[in-house]
């Protein structure tokens, strides 16, 4: 597959319709105007024709048929908030072209990366396959994330709640600002949809608007896929099973952690040698997931530092790190939104079980408008498609 998209990038880029636009604030934005949006750059227009041979390149083949519209797509650059301080972030701005009317808004959230190539913003080279909800008829947001794109220089917060929320809200009130600015008519229908990680992020983003009204965004429905919601009960299980057939996460979540928090702990702390010394070329931003597992090893007693391993298993041990996956999980709320949860029931890297035990929290609650999808056999890389085929026709449904 990737080799069928390489090839297509060229085609791609050739069917670009470049150009120069460039919106931006040259100075601070002013409270009086707008305190997110930064600047918005063409990347040019595709068509509808070129997305759809995109389409089936890249494993969605069940998609062709709801691609209607061609699609402007904008590197998108905006002000966040990074450990108390303003930041700029950026994403993918994606604007279907030809409505009349108007569209509602799909803010996607794309799984893990670890190449700067990946980054949303640096499309095509970073597609994800959400870029097609722009070809469908929404206008749609895809945010790097805090670590990739012009942040590329902070270290990712991977699966941290507070900027993982911040990094969606604030794109989409940046993007709300713009989208006026431009006279781009928008409905009252807003959508949150991630996967993996996006799926974190999702919920992550999804209970922060829900909490604060101040945030003057109302959410239509939300799908999250095959997200480590349960932080603490993932990582028993991995301090539990021999093997961990993803073992790229577990560097990143740790090394994420290590700086976010200020903890400063050697890798040596966390892993064996020689991994431990491998781990920050690793996590460089030029090698991918496949290149860093292959460099690491599935089996979780060869790769740990065995104080930690043991640590990881016993109750008072690596207390500040289970307070942290504690805190960081989405356990602790309520969902108002229609609000689906997808997950292959044979997922390897992200297990099943952290989204049932979520559901079942949820229900514990008093959820009602919380479903349950298990995808039959599903594993992670596998599941992504049937759950957006469920997606999609949900979402239309909505959209009135």
């Not at 460039?22 to 024709?49: H, R």
Request: aromatic share 12%; proline share 6%.
């Amino acid at each position: 597959m990737k080799e069928n998209l390489m090839k297509l990038r060229w085609v791609m880029l050739a069917l670009f319709v470049f150009s120069s636009c460039d919106f931006s604030d040259d100075e601070d934005p002013k409270p009086d105007e707008d305190e997110y949006f930064v600047s918005a750059k063409s990347l040019g227009t595709i068509p509808n024709e070129a997305l759809q041979v995109y389409a089936t390149a890249a494993g969605f083949t069940n998609f062709v048929s709801y691609l209607d519209y061609d699609v402007e797509f904008f590197e998108f650059v905006y002000n966040t908030t990074y450990k108390g301080n303003r930041v700029q972030a950026s994403g993918l701005l994606c604007i279907p072209k030809g409505i009349s009317g108007a569209t509602a808004i799909v803010s996607a959230q794309h799984g893990t990366i670890f190449t700067e190539a990946d980054a949303p913003s640096n499309f095509p080279a970073g597609f994800s396959g959400f870029e097609l909800f722009g070809s469908v008829g929404y206008v749609t947001v895809i945010p790097d994330f805090i670590g990739y794109g012009v942040s590329k220089d902070i270290v990712h917060p991977y699966y941290d709640e507070e900027h993982s929320a911040a990094a969606v809200i604030d794109m989409l009130k940046a993007a709300k600002f713009y989208l006026g600015q431009q006279q781009i008519a928008t409905n009252d229908n807003l959508f949150l949809v991630g996967y993996s990680e996006g799926g974190y992020v999702t919920l992550a983003a999804q209970k922060e608007i829900e909490a604060e009204d101040d945030h003057d965004l109302e959410l239509t429905a939300v799908a999250a896929g095959a997200g480590g919601y349960d932080l603490q009960g993932m990582m028993n299980t991995i301090a539990t099973v021999p093997t961990y057939a993803e073992p790229s996460f577990l560097p990143l979540i740790l090394h994420g952690y290590n700086v976010t928090y200020g903890w400063n702990r050697p890798y040596t702390d966390f892993f064996q040698q020689p991994y431990a010394g491998k781990i920050p070329g690793l996590l460089d931003g030029t090698r991918d997931r496949e290149e860093i597992n292959s460099e690491l090893t599935t089996s979780t007693a060869e790769l740990f530092n065995p104080t930690f391993y043991a640590n990881l298993s016993n109750p008072s041990g690596e207390p500040v790190l289970k307070q942290a996956l504690t805190q960081n999980s989405l356990l602790d709320w309520v969902p108002q939104t229609p609000t689906r949860l997808y997950h292959g029931t044979e997922d390897e890297a992200v297990f099943y079980q952290t989204t049932v035990t979520t559901y079942n929290q949820f229900v514990s609650q008093g959820a009602t408008k919380v479903t349950l999808h298990p995808i039959e056999g599903g594993m992670h890389r596998t599941s992504i498609e049937p759950m957006m085929l469920e997606v999609l026709p949900w979402f239309e449904s909505l959209n009135q």
